[in-house]
Each structure stands twice: as C-alpha cells, then as structure tokens.
C-alpha cells in the first residue's frame, strides 16, 4: 500500500511538470501606454538585472481615473514554467502591494497618469534568488492589467561573447552567428551539456531568442560554442527612427503637424531597402527614450500625439499583413501596429498613439501562421549593427530552481568573419 501510494505521487509530480505551462506575457489594454523598464541608461530596455540591483518599472495610465494599481512577483524556471519555490524562498518582504508612487501629467493635451515601480523598497526589501521573474500588474477588481518579464543574474561566470558572419556560405551576406565561451575559475560546472543552457537574445528581442543550444565542446574550463547554424540570427537592417521632442515643429523623420484634439505627426513616407546596398545609420537597436524640449521631468511632461506612419509598397497577398516593429511595445503584433493598404495612394498607413521622444521602429511581415519575416521589407545584411546578450542558466543535481549564473553582452560593430 505504502508503495503503491509513493508511485501515486510520483505520477501526480511527473505529469504536473510534464503539463506544467508556459508563461506568456500579458498585453496591456488600450489605455495603458509606455510601460519602461529603466536602469543605467534613461532608454528603455529588456530587464537584465544583477542580483541585488534595483528594478525600475514606469507606465502611463490615459484614463484619468487616477485608479489604484498593485504589483505581483513569481519566479519561473529557464522555459518560463513555474517555479517550485515558495514566495518567501526568492522574495524578502512581500508583494500584492499598491503602487503608490505616481503623478499626473503637467501642462499636457493628454490628461494621465504617471505610475512608478521600484524593487526594492519598504515592502518588497529584494529578491534573494537569480532566475526568471514575471511582474504582475492588478487592478482594484483583482484583474491582471498587464505582465512584464524580467531576469535576474549573478557574475558566477565568464561568459565571452564574439560575433561573426555566417560561416554558411549561403547565408553569409544575410545573417550573423554568435559564439560563445563560458568559463570560471571558482565555480565547478557538473555535467554541462545538462545542467547548462543558454539564451540568445538579439536587440532586447524575446520573441526571436534562441535556447536550449548545448555547448558543442569543452576545453578544459571552458565550455565552448562554435555551431554553424544553431546560434545565428538573421543580421537585419539598421532601425528607421523619429524624434519628436518638439509637437509643435517638424524633427526629425517628421515631415508636417497637424493639430486636432491631440497634436498629430506625419512621418516622411518611407520605401522598401531589401533591395537597395546597406548604409550604416546609428540607431539604438528598437529601443526607444521619452524626451521633451524645455521639460524638467519628461514622465509627467511629454505628451502624447498620434504619430502617422506610411510605407511605399506595392499590396501584399491577403494571408500577409505589414506592422509597426519595435519596443516601444514590447514587439507586440496587434491591431494596434497593422499597416492598412490604401489603393488611391499606393502605401500602407498606420496610427498610432505615442508619448513624445525618440524611437527606433521597423516594418515587418507576418504571415497568417504568425511567422515574422523581419527582412521583407527592409533587408538582412551582414554589416547591421546588432546587439546581442547572452543569458547562462544552471541547475545543479537536485537543485529545485534554475539559476542564471552569467551574462554576456556584444554587438555586432565589430563583427568579423
């Protein structure tokens, strides 16, 4: 009987974590805009922290209703499973608080309200464990508004970060490869090919990050990633960009202003470079900052306006549609970023409702299977200038969470053959 009861649970265990789900992130509703991250850099960016660092999380709510807003943190294992850790393991402190840092805007066409985030403070003192993290945000009815992901890490490991073109010789003007080294003369690394996996993210993109590469060979401390195919990233174009810090005069990629009810952007129409020769053009890899002329405090200074978007191009099949690509949200593909074809003119256009500031942005194609064709329009050349961050998870035998021991970071300035 006894026996018979330890397999029950043994059963209950396996098919828990074999059925156990994906985390995905939550999109935000309408009325909620610019959800940054921030850390050293005043730009927006993917939440890579070091354990002990502080997390800063800002957004807009355009309602007006000043409502009360709360925040929950869970821990996920390397594939965004749950973890099995209990709250009081990875949390000091607690969480289901109210925010209560925020301000309304000032002197602004767009009424709203500007909320901030910041871990630790004096209920949620820190986070004690590395790994992956989900912030969850409530409303007052207990409804989950919106989620964001982020990742925290510890310097337990060296890890090098090269890039190159592709060493197919089919892909080499198109794509580039990422090798890796991972090495520590204080940690002793158990099993690697198991208890290591890696994450490859390209500009602060999760949506296109390659996992679960295995480390190809090991000499001696080192683990080595050198693969032909596995570890390469489609190389892309440099960013297109705008700059309206000023609603009221042309910046920038902006060609006239329009004011309604809110100030409205019309951006210079731009055309397809798949098919013209690369040209560098700095960019901050889809980022993007919110920047006002002549403001103390952009977060509750800089307005909104409709910026007004157009692309030369000729009418794509029905099972294929055009968006508006960059992090400014989260690489969501929605509604809200669809490029409509108008006939008469001969371009796609698209609106959208953006804070003032400078953003990096791009236009792509998705297939009615939702794959993503990045280069369709713009092109994949080998020489873009492309950041890339390097994520090391570890789980040693019968540790119950996964670790992420390491981070490298490169960028493809400097790339080689």
Not at 108 to 130: A, C, E, F, M
Not at 369 to 396: H, M
């Amino acid at each position: 009987m006894l026996v018979n009861f330890k397999h029950l649970i043994v059963t209950f265990l396996f098919s828990a974590s074999l059925f156990a789900q994906v985390a995905q992130e939550i999109a935000p509703p309408d009325y909620i805009k610019t959800i940054t991250f921030k850390s050293n850099t005043a730009e927006s960016q993917l939440p890579v922290l070091k354990l002990g660092e502080y997390l800063n999380l800002e957004f807009d709510a355009l309602n007006g209703y000043e409502e009360d807003y709360y925040y929950e943190i869970e821990h996920y294992n390397y594939d965004w499973t749950p973890s099995v850790l209990f709250k009081m393991e990875y949390l000091e402190g607690y969480d289901k608080q109210r925010i209560r840092t925020y301000e309304n805007s000032f002197n602004t066409l767009q009424i709203y309200s500007n909320y901030q985030l910041t871990i630790p403070n004096d209920r949620t003192r820190g986070l004690k464990v590395s790994g992956n993290y989900m912030l969850k945000i409530y409303n007052d009815y207990d409804e989950v508004v919106f989620t964001r992901k982020f990742m925290v890490y510890e310097n337990k490991v060296n890890v090098g970060v090269a890039i190159k073109r592709s060493r197919d010789v089919r892909d080499i003007e198109s794509k580039q490869t990422v090798d890796i080294t991972i090495s520590s003369s204080s940690m002793q690394i158990n099993n690697p090919k198991q208890n290591i996996k890696t994450v490859i993210v390209q500009n602060n993109n999760l949506n296109t990050a390659i996992s679960g590469i295995q480390p190809m060979y090991t000499l001696g401390n080192e683990l080595i990633y050198k693969y032909n195919k596995e570890t390469t990233f489609w190389a892309g174009n440099e960013y297109l960009w705008f700059e309206n810090k000023d609603v009221r005069a042309a910046n920038t990629g902006i060609q006239f202003i329009n004011l309604k009810d809110l100030y409205h952007n019309y951006l210079f129409t731009n055309t397809t470079r798949y098919n013209k020769a690369y040209t560098y053009n700095p960019d901050i890899n889809g980022n993007y900052l919110v920047t006002a002329i002549d403001a103390t405090n952009s977060s509750i200074e800089a307005d909104y306006v409709w910026m007004h978007f157009s692309l030369l191009v000729d009418a794509l099949p029905k099972n294929k549609t055009i968006h508006v690509y960059g992090n400014f949200n989260n690489y969501t593909l929605d509604e809200s970023t669809k490029m409509v074809y108008n006939p008469e003119k001969g371009v796609y256009t698209n609106e959208m409702l953006l804070k003032q500031g400078f953003y990096n942005y791009k236009y792509v194609v998705v297939d009615t299977d939702e794959t993503i064709e990045e280069g369709a329009i713009s092109g994949n050349f080998w020489q873009t200038e492309n950041n890339y961050k390097v994520l090391v998870y570890y789980r040693d035998l019968g540790a119950r969470y996964d670790k992420i021991i390491g981070l490298g970071e490169a960028s493809s300035v400097n790339i080689t053959n």
